[in-house]
């Protein structure tokens, strides 16, 4: 299989390069292909330049992908993995393994806009958000805290603007689909004279294919942008989410070959999620406003205030947990742009970011789903601040040069109300880390750049490790480190139309967090040793036929991301018992190889097919039970039909899971009692459309 692809991949990169000097006649270009850029360091640049792997998933990119939920598209770029339990549980990690993560997505560090959508805790509420609401995402791979602060996994920035729609618009869209699947949306644009705002508002609704799955969501997001000075704006900004998801939990092996859709069943000792009513309902409240103020041609800041509001609910097998959690802060950071001189460019940066959250955590019995008598009540108060700077340089015009440091500091209190009624909180603060990166990218020609960089993450214990299910607060738990090494290339031809991307890496992780199950199923966490994760990275496309006016075929793009990795245990990861040194790191899969073709045909007609070939994952730390291999082919189709100059009407249909494998994803790694798999839905289908006046 492995070879099958390489090979492909060899034939459309040579005929990639074959084609960089074709010729493109004018009149048959439908439509010219804008320059890539990335905003992620600071200020918008091409990321052929740019000297660190990163993904930009476009407005084209999420418009082809099925519009329920972020998985897919995020499986589609490389050393990226996310999961979906059950719908609206995801889980997401970057270059690195699920393994700390049970639940919810720590050790990445995401953006909304220029405003930290992950709180002083380290927890980010991913799922709030509603696909139709984010216009482009931009992904750093591996650590870079040296302008974002805590992380060993990467970045993830969100825009919930597309900036290249500068007109007024409405908009309005409705699927629906196999297993009750229901997911409307509106949006609107108006834009006059200097100011213009953007609403939208969602609804989903999914019955899923597991019994306890059914998932809601209502959304609402404004973003009001007033540009006070030619290159000056201000913009208030927010989102409010009421989510609400059962969760089915995990079968055993017997159970999930048996009947996967079942919900986790009952036990002599422990009740099953139905009897329970398992579930989350999550409601959380997110603003602030943003100022770009320009001093001169050569000096600038960037200001962003912010504030977050949760109510989090979490009806469980063992108890019920109920979670407010406030959070606020700002960030800030000027750039200095140096005059420019023949064979010379500079600028610097400097900031600081900040935020607290303040976290009321209490647990009760839980009575089929109703909150019982209270167990623990605790107080967590996060405090979470960086100081960035950053020097970039430009030499001779082929040589780029960047060097960043980040001083962070981080600390929190805490506090048992019940059953202890405490009178005062315990501090517990974490020596200041320097995170570092150095990286350099070198123009070997107008369309080749070859890159270089070396960096350090350091993640802190998110509050959910701090105070996990067990209730006991465990101020011992250290924070996770590493070096990262890496280099690659990226190549385009004169048009743009084809890409290559490709880069190699070696990171190790050293105080790993992981969680570790008593007998009644709660977790506790640990520092558990090192891990050992290298890598290979590729991402290609091309447009193999030029989009153009003519012909039974308009365009022909030709997509290939591939991940191959040996991530292992280090000789001092462990547990009470058993060294597992050497033994694949538990949830990654060794090789990830997703193919794409978008193909454009007359009267505006198209199709899009997807394969996501995933290798086997090891489901548990001694490598003894594995998820087995597993294909994954959707595809979409659809017609839009032009109605005025600036609207259009789309309708298209699509199925998921094509060839009905039978698959988890997302496996209850180290699960006691060996209860794995959460079984995905076989073959499905959706329908939808759009119109945009």
């Known amino acids: 299989m492995v070879k099958i692809y390489l090979s492909l991949l060899l034939i459309f990169v040579v005929e ?92 990445v560090k995401v953006y909304y806009d220029e405003i930290p959508l992950t709180d002083a805790g380290g927890n980010t509420y991913l799922n709030a958000i509603d696909f139709n ?129 079942d919900a986790r069943l009952s036990t002599k000792t422990i009740p099953g999620s139905i009897q329970q009513k398992a579930g989350i309902y999550q409601k959380m409240l997110f603003g602030g406003a943003v100022n770009e103020y320009h001093f001169s041609d050569h000096f600038r800041n960037v200001l962003s205030v912010f504030g977050t509001y949760v109510n989090f609910a979490n009806p469980f097998i063992t108890d019920y947990e109920q979670r407010y959690e406030g959070t606020y802060g700002f960030r800030t950071y000027f750039e200095y742009t140096g005059n420019d001189r023949k064979n010379y460019k500079w600028k610097t940066n400097f900031g600081v970011e900040w935020q607290q959250t303040n976290a009321d955590i209490n647990n009760y019995g839980n009575r089929s789903g109703v909150r019982d008598t209270a167990q623990t009540l605790d107080k967590i108060n996060t405090n979470q601040h960086f100081f960035f700077g950053r020097y970039v340089a430009d030499i001779f015009k082929n040589l780029h040069v960047e060097a960043a440091l980040s001083l962070n500091f981080y600390d929190y209190k805490f506090l048992n109300v019940y059953p202890n009624d405490e009178s005062a909180y315990t501090d517990r603060n974490f020596t200041p880390q320097l995170m570092p990166r150095i990286a350099l990218a070198y123009q070997l020609t107008n369309d080749f750049v070859w890159r270089a960089s070396v960096s350090r993450g350091y993640s802190t214990p998110t509050t959910a490790e701090i105070r996990p299910t067990d209730h006991t607060i465990n101020p011992s738990l250290e924070a996770e480190y590493g070096w990262n090494y890496e280099t690659g290339f990226r190549l385009r031809n004169k048009d743009e139309s084809m890409f290559l991307d490709a880069s190699v890496f070696y990171y190790h992780l050293q105080n790993a967090i992981v969680p570790r199950f008593n007998t009644d199923e709660t977790e506790y966490y640990i520092n558990a040793g090192g891990t050992n994760q290298p890598g290979l990275e590729i991402y290609f496309t091309d447009w193999i036929i030029r989009q153009n006016n003519s012909g039974f075929i308009r365009g022909l793009q030709f997509n290939e991301s591939l991940t191959f990795d040996r991530f292992t245990f280090s000789s001092d990861y462990h547990d009470a018992t058993t060294n597992y040194a050497g033994n694949q790191l538990t949830g990654v899969p060794e090789q990830v190889i997703v193919t794409s073709f978008q193909v454009k045909f007359p009267k505006n007609l198209y199709l899009f097919v997807e394969h996501n070939y995933t290798a086997r994952i090891p489901l548990n730390d001694g490598n003894t039970a594995y998820a087995p291999h597993y294909n994954l082919l959707q595809s979409k189709a659809g017609w839009q039909h032009k109605i005025t100059a600036k609207s259009h009407f789309d309708i298209y249909a699509g199925v998921d899971n094509l060839l009905n494998e039978k698959y988890s994803l997302g496996d209850d790694l180290n699960a006691v009692g060996n209860r794995y798999y959460n079984a995905a839905a076989p073959r499905n289908y959706y329908l939808g459309f759009n119109v945009v006046f």
């Open 16 to 107: 990639g390069l074959s084609g960089q000097n074709r010729a493109i006649p004018q009149k048959d270009t439908a439509k010219q292909l804008k320059p890539v850029t990335i905003k992620a360091y600071l200020s918008e640049q091409p990321v052929l330049n740019v000297p660190a792997s990163v993904s930009v998933i476009s407005q084209q990119q999420l418009n082809v992908q099925p519009e329920n939920s972020f998985i897919s598209v995020l499986n589609s770029e490389p050393g990226v993995r996310a999961e979906e339990r059950s719908p609206g549980s995801y889980r997401l990690s970057i270059r690195g393994s699920l393994l700390r993560s049970p639940f919810g997505i720590r050790d």
């Open 133 to 261: 609401s984010i216009h482009n995402m931009e992904v750093l791979k591996g650590p870079d805290g040296s302008l974002f602060g805590a992380n060993s996994g990467g970045v993830v920035l969100l825009s919930p603007v597309n900036r290249h729609a500068d007109s007024s618009y409405l908009s309005a869209g409705l699927n629906g689909g196999s297993y009750g699947l229901i997911h409307e949306n509106t949006a609107l644009q108006n834009r006059n004279g200097n100011y213009q705002l953007n609403l939208n508002q969602a609804y989903e609704s999914y019955g899923g294919y597991r019994q306890n799955s059914y998932m809601q969501r209502h959304y609402i997001q404004m973003v009001n942008n007033w540009t006070y000075n030619k290159r000056d704006d201000f913009r208030v900004l927010g989102f409010y989410s009421d989510l609400s998801y059962e969760t089915p939990g995990g079968l055993t092996l017997a159970q999930y070959e048996a009947a996967p859709q």
